[in-house]
């Protein structure tokens, strides 16, 4: 007996075709970009259509693409410095678990854009190699007063994800505030941080400085 197809959800399904129609990278990843090297391993979380994985690779990364839905992806299947994986990021065998798609693997540098679960965290600063970068950018409380997501589950608390990074990484920058001009106007929280807290050849311990600006 054939399977019955889920009910739809109308205003889901908008929003999600708006998040797919976006195709120009953040500015926040953009202004961070020179942070990664060319030939440097990229994860793109929840990479939607690859917006951001595309404008790091075109600078010569190596990006892994990961998401429940690839089909916008599908042009990048057997590309040169692209890898494409469908899973389920949430119900799903969890992603950097020892079943999970990217078990064992190290990245130089993530990339999470308009996306939030929180017990992927720990795991995604785990899997980044000594020296990785993490770029995040994603809704804040507060948004629920501009549009979806609207479900605190889905929206970051204040400081939040300096707290995930604390004692871990170096923050390189971070905003947290109304954004109008942005791919999806509302309240967004976004990090820039480097794992190389461990790495100082300074006498008081303290990491080295990065430029801000390339």
Not at 61 to 71: L, N, P
Not at 140 to 166: C, F, I, Q, T, W
Request: overall charge negative.
């Amino acid at each position: 007996m054939a399977k019955t197809p889920p009910p739809q959800n109308p205003a889901l399904d908008k929003d999600a075709s708006r998040h797919l129609r976006i195709t120009q990278p953040s500015p926040w990843i953009a202004r961070f970009r020179h942070l990664i090297a060319p030939g440097a391993t990229v994860l793109d979380l929840a990479a939607g259509c690859g917006r951001h994985g595309r404008l790091l690779r075109e600078h010569g990364a190596d990006v892994t693409f990961i998401d429940r839905d690839t089909t916008p992806l599908a042009d990048l299947i057997g590309q040169t410095r692209a890898r494409v994986i469908e899973a389920d990021l949430e119900d799903g065998p969890a992603p950097f678990g020892p079943e999970g798609p990217l078990a064992g693997l190290r990245f130089d540098a993530a990339v999470v854009v308009n996306y939030l679960y929180r017990p992927l965290l720990p795991g995604l600063i785990e899997t980044l190699a000594p020296g990785g970068v993490l770029l995040y950018e994603t809704f804040a409380r507060g948004n629920e007063a501009y549009s979806r997501p609207r479900n605190p589950d889905h929206l970051l608390k204040s400081g939040e994800l300096l707290a995930a990074v604390a004692g871990r990484m170096q923050v390189i920058g971070y905003e947290h505030g109304i954004i109008e001009a942005a791919d999806v106007p509302g309240v967004k929280q976004r990090l820039c941080a480097i794992k190389d807290l461990d790495g100082s050849e300074r006498d008081d311990g303290d990491p080295a400085a990065h430029p801000l600006a390339p």
